[in-house]
Structure formats: structure tokens, C-alpha cells
């Protein structure tokens, strides 16, 4: 009798399987895309402190702030001089960095007044 169950739960394990994967596949794409947020965000900052050491010289700041970004963060970079700073937005990549969702991340950076880069 014990033989006869066995043989309606065959291929049980294959049935759960299949129904985890999209779960599973979901839930790596979320973290992805989180990375790929704060990668996004901490490129962000990093280009705005650059932007900002540019413009204390002299030199073009948003000239800085392109080329502290990859390529593929250049795209739809905006960068505003508020008040002696600089403020750098950048779209978040969607899963790849190819693809722009149209969440934004911005930082703000300025020196401190009588600092020198």
C-alpha cells in the first residue's frame, strides 16, 4: 500500500521546483537592481565630489563629473551649480546599466570654504 502513494507523489518535487524558480528569479533581479541603486548612487557622489574640485580650480565641472562616470551613467546626467556647489543627478540603471528606469539618485558636494583641492 505503501508503494501505491509513492507513485501519486512522483514528480511532486518537479511541480514545486518549476513554481519556486520565478520566485527565486524575482527575487535576485530585486537585489540586482538594489545594487545596481547604490552603485548608482555612490558613482553619483563620487562624480559630484570630482565636479566639485573641478569648479574650486576653475576648470569645467560638468566636464568632471562626465568623465568620473562610465559611459553608460553619462546619459541623462544633470548637473547644477547651486550656491558655490555642485549637484550631480543621474538616472538609476534598470537591471543593466544600458537601461534607465526614471527613478534618480542626486548628490551635492562643495569645498569647505579656504580648502584647496
Not at 15 to 23: F, S
Request: with cysteine; net charge positive.
Amino acid at each position: 500500500m505503501a508503494f501505491r502513494g509513492a507513485e501519486r507523489e512522483a514528480g511532486q518535487a518537479s511541480v514545486e521546483l518549476l513554481g519556486t524558480v520565478p520566485a527565486v528569479l524575482l527575487v535576485a533581479a530585486l537585489v540586482w537592481q538594489l545594487a545596481l541603486a547604490g552603485q548608482a548612487a555612490w558613482l553619483c557622489a563620487n562624480a559630484a565630489r570630482a565636479a566639485a574640485r573641478a569648479q574650486a580650480v576653475g576648470r569645467s565641472a560638468r566636464d568632471a563629473a562626465r568623465s568620473a562616470l562610465p559611459g553608460s551613467l553619462e546619459r541623462g546626467m544633470r548637473v547644477d551649480l547651486p550656491d558655490g556647489g555642485v549637484r550631480v543627478r543621474l538616472h538609476v540603471p534598470l537591471l543593466m546599466r544600458g537601461w534607465h528606469s526614471p527613478l534618480t539618485v542626486a548628490a551635492t558636494a562643495r569645498l569647505a570654504p579656504g580648502r584647496q583641492p
